[in-house]
């Protein structure tokens, strides 16, 4: 990791930039696919399929008995595993539901909002070298506590043609309704537009890469909906005195073993810290399967020596992480500060792979900065909130005249004249019940 000692604040937002291909690259490899899926449908989604994935694949529909026969080669131990995360995962996202709460606004006008689920979801879950599993039990158990009634999956097959195990039993577990074997931006593609195999979506949910993430952003154009800009991954630490060095290495490692483009950044106020991390990063390091991807995600990566936790603080609000580590004394009082971070962990022992797995809260967190503008995915993302109202009479006489005022002032005479028929008919009754109780006099 390369150490910056004190930066000035007005390199501040360089140093907050991530590791980019260049969008021009990026958005005319997904132009040519999309193109090509929207023409010929399936046969463009399995040659794709064919040149980045599996070369000989003659399907990517993966049938229900190869999902069955896939539980057989999970552990039992495993399965264990995967199930107390759906249970956390679950218990979680229950506590999301909203009930209606109905409000008179004004004697007579009733408001209220109400949830419904997006009917049909894609979700895209990463496999190659690092197999997801974790991702389907993120977004498969929300959607379906949501109501969802056609839940979408699409995963890269392997070398071999074969979808990891662990991911075809999680998504059955997790009422996966239709899974198939394709990766990247024409998975994005064939959910986007539908093929004859490929059902359209309304909404994708799902990380990646960036070929991915530019897929996503581009289907918006399409009209399908997207979770978030969610691409590679990474993770801020602010580490003071308090601070467990091995722990905080091995949080950083955990980010840097996802892929050579994820970013790890560690935030001190401390020299020693910041050394005695290194230290246990390249002590760690050995032991690691993935070494080399995390040696080049380290390269991206950087160490910044700040004057004060005040600093520190400021700049992750700047830099906006998908995952923030405040591994510092008194953690929950300096997490008030925070106002940009996909998702928080407190203290030493709140490690970011237990949010990864099985805390309950959700993985799927915006990067790139996003987490300014974007939460990460709640029960929330698989709905929508559709507004009623009630208006009464009375409501009527409540808002009847602004709404004609307001209309008319607006040039838009259709609208008055909607409420001025209306007041006309009360009027007309007013009279006509005067006129009744004088002859009944």
């Not at 008995?65 to 131990?77: F, G, M, P, W």
């Not at 997006?118 to 496999?127: A, H, K, S």
């Not at 401390?270 to 390249?282: A, R, S």
């Amino acid at each position: 990791m390369k150490i910056i000692s004190n930066p000035s604040p007005s390199k501040w937002e360089k140093l907050s930039e991530r590791p980019m291909i260049k969008q021009q690259k990026l958005m005319k490899t997904v132009d040519k696919v999309f193109y090509d899926i929207h023409r010929k449908g399936d046969k463009a989604v399995l040659s794709y399929s064919r040149r980045f994935d599996f070369p000989d694949q003659e399907s990517f529909i993966v049938s229900s008995e190869t999902i069955d026969e896939a539980a057989k080669l999970v552990s039992e131990r495993l399965k264990q595993s995967i199930e107390l995360a759906r249970k956390n995962i679950e218990v979680f996202h229950r506590s999301q539901i909203e009930e209606a709460v109905k409000v008179e606004t004004a004697p007579g006008v009733v408001c209220w909002r109400e949830s419904r689920p997006i009917e049909r979801v894609g979700i895209y879950v990463p496999g190659g070298t690092a197999p997801l599993f974790s991702t389907v039990l993120m977004l498969a158990v929300p959607a379906m506590i949501a109501g969802c009634s056609e839940i979408v999956l699409c995963t890269p097959p392997d070398k071999e043609g074969k979808i990891d195990p662990a991911i075809l039993y999680t998504a059955k577990l997790a009422g996966v309704t239709k899974v198939f074997a394709l990766g990247g931006i024409q998975a994005i593609g064939a959910m986007t537009f539908g093929t004859e195999t490929v059902p359209k979506v309304y909404k994708i949910f799902g990380p990646g890469n960036q070929y991915v993430m530019a897929a996503k952003r581009s289907s918006q154009y399409y009209g399908v909906a997207i979770d978030m800009p969610a691409g590679p991954s990474e993770v801020l630490i602010i580490a003071d005195q308090t601070c467990n060095p091995s722990f905080v290495a091995a949080d950083l490692l955990s980010q840097a073993e996802h892929g050579p483009d994820s970013q790890v950044i560690l935030l001190s106020c401390n020299k020693k810290v910041i050394k005695e991390v290194n230290k246990e990063i390249d002590n760690q390091l050995v032991a690691l399967p993935r070494q080399d991807i995390a040696i080049q995600a380290l390269k991206n990566s950087k160490a910044i020596l700040f004057k004060d936790i005040e600093d520190c603080i400021a700049f992750s609000n700047l830099y906006a992480p998908e995952h923030l580590i405040l591994a510092v004394e008194n953690p929950s009082l300096v997490s008030r500060e925070v106002i940009n971070a996909g998702s928080v962990f407190l203290g030493n022992w709140s490690c970011e792979s237990a949010g990864d797995y099985a805390s309950g809260t959700n993985h799927t967190l915006p990067t790139s900065g996003f987490a300014k503008s974007f939460s990460g995915v709640s029960l929330d993302s698989f709905i929508k909130k559709i507004t009623f109202q009630q208006i009464s009479e009375e409501g009527i006489r409540s808002i009847g005249n602004a709404v004609e005022t307001m209309a008319e002032a607006e040039k838009l005479y259709a609208h008055k004249n909607a409420m001025t028929l209306r007041q006309g008919v009360l009027a007309e009754k007013l009279i006509t019940n005067i006129e009744n109780s004088d002859e009944e006099v």
